[in-house]
């Protein structure tokens, strides 16, 4: 009996409860912890059901229908126009004229319905005029002039926000009635704004991450002299980038108008883009290139949505929303900064 026991002792795991038997189970949770917590989403993923949490118990009126609905359509155009943004800061590039591509682009395109063209195509037409014209320029400026793309942008933000103003009077319009049918699709159902905002996400992250394109995006904005040697085509990427940025400006501004009904020329600018930045940082872009991701970004707009709604239901002012924002993207700056540096110290 003792000979019998000291085996035991001696070769647990002939009995299948070894040390690494008896902690197979927690090993493996312990395993995916870790590996769900490397991930740099994870964190803003946490941050916003633990917001959804606080507000659905403090207030019930969170977690009704209306308000789920008012969060969907309040992220949806930052989300998709976040996308574009992440593409771009990605790349070591910012835009500060999507905002007016967003006011610009509904006006444009009720010129082309107007003029007898069937709404989806003018939809198309639109999308494709924005991405060749403006986003165009803002890329052959930043990349063939030099011009920082900061001041590129800046500038032709301010005369997209003129030509608007001057085209419309400064005049809120509405939609023609013949292409509200159609903007159901686009924008004019509950949830089809927000449908459109997944769908694109995951069709972009898929190309960020997996396509050729994609990791010459993150290879040009992590190192563009190694980028450039290697034989990515710099210039071409950033270009390109420009135009997907202004295509996805001008999409979630058509969806906008279709939501409304109406274009209000005041609407948009630099606080439309200011918000998809804000967004884009807080899921963990950052703004010195080679880092980020269209699911952070749809995070990060996520949160600012839940807050943003939470707030307005609890009645705190949104002057308290800004300062909250500010606070928010000022501590993602210094964590992304600080995850840079352990891990480029990781791999020396």
Request: hydrophobic share 55%; proline share 3%; net charge negative.
């Amino acid at each position: 009996m003792s000979d019998v026991s000291e085996t035991a002792e001696r070769s647990p795991e002939t009995f299948g409860t070894g040390p690494d038997q008896r902690r197979g189970g927690p090993s493996v949770l312990s395993r995916a912890a870790t590996m769900f917590l490397k991930q740099r989403e994870a964190s803003v993923l946490a941050i916003a059901v633990i917001l959804f949490i606080y507000f659905a118990t403090t207030t019930p009126a969170f977690v009704s229908h209306g308000s789920i609905v008012n969060i969907a359509q309040y992220m949806a155009p930052y989300v998709i126009i976040g996308i574009g943004l992440v593409l771009l800061m990605v790349c070591g590039e910012i835009d500060l004229s999507v905002g007016f591509v967003w006011m610009l682009s509904p006006y444009v395109m009720h010129f082309f319905v107007d003029s007898g063209i069937p709404t989806f195509l003018a939809i198309v037409i639109t999308i494709l005029l924005l991405a060749v014209v403006i986003g165009g320029i803002n890329g052959v400026v930043t990349t063939v002039f030099g011009v920082p793309s900061l001041i590129t942008t800046l500038g032709t933000g301010y005369i997209i926000f003129g030509y608007a103003l001057t085209i419309s009077s400064a005049q809120q319009i509405n939609l023609p009635d013949g292409s509200l049918g159609v903007g159901r699709w686009f924008g004019g159902e509950a949830w089809s704004e927000i449908i459109w905002a997944i769908a694109i996400a995951i069709v972009m992250q898929v190309v960020l991450s997996f396509t050729k394109w994609g990791l010459h995006t993150v290879a040009t904005g992590g190192n563009l002299l190694g980028a450039s040697e290697t034989g990515v085509n710099v210039n071409r990427v950033k270009i390109g980038n420009f135009m997907l940025c202004s295509v996805f400006g001008g999409f979630a501004g058509i969806l906008e108008g279709f939501r409304i009904t109406s274009i209000d020329p005041l609407a948009g600018g630099t606080n439309i883009m200011f918000m998809a930045v804000a967004g884009a940082v807080i899921g963990g872009t950052s703004l010195m290139g080679g880092l980020g991701t269209i699911v952070g970004a749809f995070l990060g707009v996520l949160v600012l949505s839940i807050l943003f709604d939470g707030f307005t239901l609890l009645g705190v002012s949104a002057f308290t929303f800004d300062i909250i924002l500010g606070a928010a993207i000022l501590i993602a700056m210094i964590l992304n900064v600080r995850l840079q540096l352990l891990r480029e110290a990781g791999r020396q």
